[in-house]
């Protein structure tokens, strides 16, 4: 029940397509949805995320599909560049606690 | 310096050793966090700690023990590891803001080998 399950595994687009990263869920009581953008060498950070009430959210050329019936949320990037070439981690939690439940993990490589 | 800081960035370990990893948090965070990353697997929490109170412990075996001595810093101490324990090890803190989300500000990690 405290699963994330992310597909796919990894991606591969041509500079300009859009890319989109699905996860699913089974806990209901989780209330918050980010998505962490990791590069090489780097630590995974904070790209965008969403609540349950709203079921899309835009930032930039990134953004949030959320099905709270089918317990799914989606990211979709935008006219997607080779600097968007990342492995990106949906993510969910609930109010009050600590504990963030990851995906696994999807690597993108955006060919120029 | 500032966000999240780990030392070392590398650490090449026998299974007989005795060592540790620090982290530093330069944000006014009261919550920091250790997470184990592997290959292909979700990012694994291990600790939580609180206001320097650990509120969090995921079944990790006794040979990493956590240590928090402040609000701005975390030690992980390792010894007798296994091979399997090879890993990337990411600290993160974030900041209980009373709207329930969980923001975590990540470390580059310190890349861990078991020979």
């Known amino acids: 029940q405290q699963q994330v399950k992310q597909s796919p595994q990894s991606l591969i687009v041509q500079k300009g397509g859009i890319p989109i990263i699905n996860c699913a869920y089974e806990n209901t009581a989780f209330d918050y949805f980010p998505w962490y953008q990791q590069f090489p060498g780097k630590g995974p950070a904070l790209l965008i995320a969403?609540?349950?009430?709203?079921s899309e959210k835009k930032e930039g050329r990134f953004t949030i599909s959320f099905n709270k019936s089918a317990k799914q949320f989606s990211l979709h990037i935008m006219d997607s560049q080779p600097g968007d070439s990342a492995t990106y981690f949906c993510a969910a939690s609930y109010t009050g606690g600590f504990k963030t439940i990851f995906g696994a993990g999807t690597r993108l490589f955006v060919k120029a | 310096e500032t966000g999240v800081t780990q030392t070392p960035r590398h650490l090449v370990m026998g299974m007989t050793n005795k060592k540790s990893l620090k982290c530093e948090q330069h944000l006014g965070h009261n919550a920091m966090y250790w997470y184990k990353q592997s290959a292909k697997k979700p990012l694994e929490l291990m600790f939580v700690y609180s206001l320097e109170e650990r509120v969090e412990n995921n079944s990790v075996p006794s040979r990493f023990s956590p240590e928090c001595p402040n609000s701005s810093h975390l030690f992980l101490h390792l010894h007798t590891l296994q091979p399997e324990d090879s890993a990337l090890y990411l600290c993160?803190?974030?900041?209980?803001?009373?709207?329930?989300?969980?923001?975590?500000?990540f470390g580059a990690g310190s890349r861990l080998t078991v020979l």
């Open positions: 969403i609540r349950p009430d709203v």
């Open positions: 993160a803190s974030s900041q209980e803001q009373g709207t329930g989300a969980n923001v975590l500000t």
